[in-house]
Antibody, heavy 123, light 107 residues
Framework: EVQLLESGGGIVQPGGSLRLSCAASGFTFNTYGMIWVRQAPGKGLEWVSGVSGGGGNTYYADSVQGRFTISRDNSKNMLYLQMNSLRAEDTAVYYC????????????????WGQGTAVKVSS | DIQMTQSPSSLSASVGDRVTITCRTSQNIRTYLNWYQQRPGKAPKLLIYAASSLQSGVPSRFSGSGSATDFTLTIRSLQPEDFATYYCQQSYGTPLTFGGGTRVEIQ
């Protein structure tokens, strides 16, 4: 079964850091692009970051550029999001998603998602 | 950035109704448009990719159409499990962007 499982969320003070993890199973991880999407309480979906299957290409939303870093360890089937200099507006549920077509990163949508991990930035 | 304008933001409908949701983009994205369904407290679910291709396992009452800047998601005969929020998303280029969502409620 294809599965994604996020972890690492929690409560952090403004200016703090967190690292989210996404454990993948059931598919050839290194051939699929992956993304992070977040959803603030009561709001819509917002794309945060993406990475190609091999890890060589990374993409960021302007709102997190320079503060967040996406990475993947294909030997461990793991996706990460290092979040630094966190702000109140980063409070959200964070989902990892898998590209639906091998080798095409995000072009054809994301067909598998994790259950989400909640991040709250508050003093 | 490519702006997404989704309408309506909400609608009320009955079981068996035909429902249409539209999405307009600020520039030509060819057919790089995807539709997702999200139920409360759950992750998004891919329904349609590349504007009109039905994702595996998704009921055939869902269909998508359009190209360039104007797209439509149609639910042919609304079922109880279809009451949810629907999002369009462009995958033409980064930053990937989502529409504001359409909440489909029971009338």
């Amino acid at each position: 079964e294809v599965q994604l499982l996020e972890s690492g969320g929690g409560i952090v003070q403004p200016g703090g850091s967190l690292r989210l993890s996404c454990a993948a199973s059931g598919f050839t991880f290194n051939t699929y692009g992956m993304i992070w999407v977040r959803q603030a309480p009561g709001k819509g979906l917002e794309w945060v970051s993406g990475v190609s299957g091999g890890g060589g290409n990374t993409y960021y939303a302007d709102s997190v550029q320079g503060r967040f870093t996406i990475s993947r360890d294909n030997s461990k089937n793991m996706l990460y999001l290092q979040m630094n200099s966190l702000r109140a507006e980063d409070t959200a549920v964070y989902y990892c998603g898998k590209g639906s077509v091998e080798g095409y990163d995000y072009y054809y949508g994301m067909d598998v998602w994790g259950q989400g991990t909640a991040v709250k930035v508050s003093s | 950035d490519i702006q997404m304008t989704q309408s309506p933001s909400s609608l009320s409908a009955s079981v068996g109704d035909r429902v249409t949701i539209t999405c307009r983009t600020s520039q030509n994205i060819r057919t790089y448009l995807n539709w997702y369904q999200q139920r409360p407290g759950k992750a998004p679910k891919l329904l349609i990719y590349a504007a009109s291709s039905l994702q595996s396992g998704v009921p055939s009452r869902f269909s998508g159409s359009g190209s360039a800047t104007d797209f439509t998601l149609t639910i042919r005969s609304l079922q109880p499990e279809d009451f949810a929020t629907y999002y369009c998303q462009q995958s033409y280029g980064t930053p990937l962007t989502f529409g504001g969502g359409t909440r489909v409620e029971i009338q």
